[in-house]
């Protein structure tokens, strides 16, 4: 076989390499010249499966290592026979982690605070138990939910009076409940001062020119955006208003990105029905790191601080010209060489201070002082 994959993907040649040439690159730069003899595709989020891309292809099976799946015209691909696979819930402990990590930098008392959760899937639903698990007050609006699944649920009203608001859907353009521009500029204006609004799910959920427009006029919410609209080419005017920008990185975690990949390539041996015996065990991923803090808000920013991140955002865009390719390029460039990151798994805290049921909760495991 001839497999095109995303560069991105990690351990995508190691996995499968038994089964062909796998030709790895940029995800935004794969386009139908590249799959005319392919029979794999392979992808994240920044590339666009649809019958343009797949025209006069024989690729019959396609796997996208994301949560997500609005970059994937999946009507086209059942109509085609194309094989589809995707991986829920293969990051969702890197976003929620994200999240949390955000709280602890600008809401410093956060868990006395109402969070808001809109989306309640693989994402906001565990967003949603860890925080109910650490006695967080927490609402969530997700009209495709009722409260025999989910107590809290409210309307959508009651979630823009929150603390802390995060945006966990995906983006639908149709349907009853669409997301496109959900937070539109009414919504966008009602927002509590000092309110904190964080978006890691999908940029055209906030409608970005109205947000920036509701900045100038004097909007005192806090606003963290990791999802932009559009990207890779952000509104560099919009950048200096929000609290902290990331790219696109919220569920780039070691663990996240490898879980990916994996699942996709448990889907593609039962397609295929195969059981090859491939060995890509990562000993780095069970070595843990000590860390000795003090509170669990210390914890988690030191096994992730996004205003690091930020700062690379602003860093690697500060020259550039609003509306330049060089924008495009430098966020995509930042995604491509994002540092290793490791979730709260990876992390050993002591038992300090009475807060280890509250590390545990997050998936720290506990070890003794030193």
């Known amino acids: 076989m001839k497999i095109i994959a995303d560069q991105n993907m990690p351990l995508v040649k190691e996995l ?27 992808v994240r989020s920044v590339t666009r499966v649809d019958e343009e891309l797949l025209a006069g292809t024989k690729v019959r099976f396609v796997g996208s290592a994301t949560i997500g799946v609005d970059h994937v015209d999946t009507a086209f691909l059942s109509s085609a026979g194309i094989e589809f696979a995707h991986a829920p819930g293969c990051n969702a402990e890197a976003v929620v982690q994200y999240d949390l990590a955000v709280f602890c930098q600008l809401v410093p008392d956060w868990l006395t605070k109402t969070i808001g959760i809109v989306g309640c899937g693989n994402v906001g639903g565990r967003l949603y138990q860890r925080l109910l698990d650490l006695g967080v007050n927490c609402v969530v609006y ?28 995906p983006l639908t353009r149709g349907g009853k409940h669409p997301t496109y521009h959900l937070f539109n500029a009414d919504v966008i204006a009602r927002l509590k001062p000092d309110s904190v609004l964080i978006n890691a799910g999908r940029g055209a959920v906030v409608d970005n020119k109205a947000l920036y427009e509701a900045f100038r006029a004097g909007l005192s919410a806090r606003v963290v955006l990791d999802v ?32 990916g990949t994996r699942m996709v390539f448990e889907a593609f041996k039962g397609w295929a029905g195969v059981s090859p015996e491939v060995d890509c065990f990562d000993a780095s991923m069970q070595q843990p790191k000590h860390l000795q803090v003090n509170s669990l808000s210390e914890g988690i920013l030191a096994s992730y601080d996004p205003a690091l991140d930020s700062e690379r955002l602003a860093f690697a865009l500060r020259d550039l010209d609003p509306g330049s390719t060089d924008v495009a390029t430098a966020f995509d460039r930042l995604r491509r060489e994002y540092p290793v990151r490791r979730e709260f798994s990876f992390y050993q805290v002591a038992e300090t201070n009475g807060q280890s049921e509250s590390f545990k909760t997050l998936g720290f495991t506990l070890g003794r002082n030193s």
Request: hydrophobic content about 45%; overall charge negative; proline content about 7%.
């Open 228 to 259: 932009w609209e559009p990207e890779p080419l952000i509104d560099l005017n919009l950048l200096p208003f929000i609290a902290m920008g990331t790219p696109h990185i919220a569920g780039y975690s070691h663990e996240g990105r490898i879980n």
């Open 142 to 169: 997700d009209p495709f939910l009722d409260k025999g699944r989910v107590a809290d649920l409210v309307e959508f009203d009651t979630i823009i009076d929150c603390d802390i608001i995060c945006l966990h859907t």
């Open 16 to 42: 499968f390499s038994e089964f062909g040439n796998v030709e790895l690159l940029p995800g935004r730069e794969i386009c139908n010249a590249h799959l005319l003899d392919a029979d794999l595709l392979l």
